[in-house]
């Protein structure tokens, strides 16, 4: 297939180097200076960035809408690159390269096209497939395209009525972001009520029936309360809604959707060391953040520093996105889904690891019998193992069927 400058429309040409890439890496490198400033002077950053109109704007909210912004930035990016290969895939070399003056229009709409930068009916059927609306046409207008699109020899019509390109049309992720972090955040929320920390005491939670017999701290986000596994949970809730609704397979979504969640984590931890928060253990040793007097468990009061567990989850995050990354430039060896079972294997185990180091905890309570093992941990174990079963029999599944 030819992939000449001049054949290629212009929306589908490649970048040298994807503009992910350098904000990555300029973003780590300015937040690996800030922890190495921190560990020089011991001091801490302000949590508040800026006010607006006297209301304090925070660092962690910063940190954590940009890193929603670059994981869906990230999952934009791939789902370009699908739509980009299944769109040359399927139409003919030929077709990329005529002229939209080919094709029986009316002048005034050929002029049109244009115009609005569609020279070619490789560029228009790009459009058209993806979605229609975008041409910007009138009834009529769209009605002439259509019939003059289906006169071209060897024409499919599927190409006009439900083009294969239009399932990875990369405005899905924008349209579908907000459903999927509105879910998120709900399931964040319901997570931690049903398994608050122990250091919520302060503010009168002890248990879940705290609560309900308090309903209006349930919508209380400023003395924290999400929770990871929720939030995927509601995460996902929303993109299975998303897909649904506008026919797209969910499978191969949820596989560009990890890519871009783990690294949405890996820079979103750094909020907490913004806010003082999810540090581990006290220690000695030469990466210990230091933690300001007011941050610390009344229980840990005489230690001023700890294990910096934000770092160490983000470190596990920029690792399970490393390793998506590679697995998505070998997907055609996976099955729809595994990318996104290897995410959650990923974050069971830094989750699992990092529990050994983390303060704070809520741990299992069954009949008033409290077990060694926090809900975290517990909910990673099952996680994980639900993944690698799947993994397993989708395999077994596969191989039997393929015998036959």
């Known amino acids: 297939m030819s992939e000449a400058r001049g054949a290629t429309p212009k929306l589908l040409r490649r970048p040298k180097i994807e503009l992910y890439w350098i904000i990555i890496v300029a973003w780590a490198i300015g937040l690996a200076g800030l922890f190495i400033a921190h560990l020089w002077t011991s001091q801490m950053p302000a949590a508040e960035a800026f006010f607006v109109l ?59 096209l244009q115009k609005q930068g569609v020279p070619t009916v490789g560029d228009l059927l790009l459009l058209w497939g993806t979605d229609p609306r975008s041409l910007r046409l009138k009834d009529d207008e769209r009605e002439a395209v259509q019939t003059g699109l289906a006169a071209l020899p060897n024409f499919d019509s599927n190409w006009l009525k439900d083009a294969p390109w239009r399932i990875w049309n990369p405005e899905y992720v924008w349209n579908g972001i907000f459903i999927c972090l509105i879910l998120g955040l709900v399931g964040a929320r319901l997570y931690h009520v049903f398994t608050p920390s122990p250091s919520m005491a302060a503010f009168g939670i002890e248990s879940p029936a705290d609560y309900f017999r308090n309903p209006q701290l349930l919508f209380n986000l400023r003395n924290g309360g999400l929770g990871i596994y929720g939030g995927l949970a509601g995460g996902a809730l929303g993109l ?111 989750r699992t690891l990092l529990e050994t180091v983390r303060l704070d905890s809520r741990v299992v309570s069954l009949g008033g019998v409290e077990l060694p093992l926090a809900w975290a941990t517990l909910v990673s174990i099952l996680v994980a193992l639900s993944m690698v079963v799947a993994i397993v029999v989708r395999r077994r599944i596969l191989r039997r069927s393929q015998s036959f």
């Not at 979504?253 to 750094?270: E, K, T, Y």
């Not at 220690?283 to 294990?307: E, G, M, Q």
Request: glycine letters at 8%.
């Open 54 to 112: 006297g209301l304090p704007v925070y660092w962690y909210g910063i940190i954590i809408v940009a890193g929603i912004g670059l994981g869906a930035y990230v999952i934009s990016r791939l789902a370009w690159e699908r739509w980009r290969a299944t769109f040359l895939v399927t139409i003919p070399p030929d077709y990329l390269e005529l002229p939209v003056t080919a094709v029986s229009l009316p002048t005034s709409l050929q002029a049109k």
């Open 240 to 350: 299975l809604y998303f897909t649904w609704r506008n026919r797209l397979p969910l499978l191969p979504w949820a596989d560009m959707a990890a890519v871009g969640v783990a690294l949405g984590q890996a820079f979103g931890r750094w909020g907490n060391f913004m806010n003082q928060e999810l540090y581990g253990r006290p220690i000695n040793l030469p990466w210990a953040i230091t933690i300001d007097p007011v941050n610390r468990l009344p229980a840990f009061a005489d230690f001023s520093t700890f294990h910096p567990a934000f770092l160490y989850e983000s470190l596990w995050n920029f690792l399970a996105f490393g390793l998506l990354i590679w697995l998505w430039r070998r997907r055609e060896k996976l099955l729809a889904g595994e990318m996104t079972a290897v995410y959650l294997i990923m974050y069971a185990i830094g």
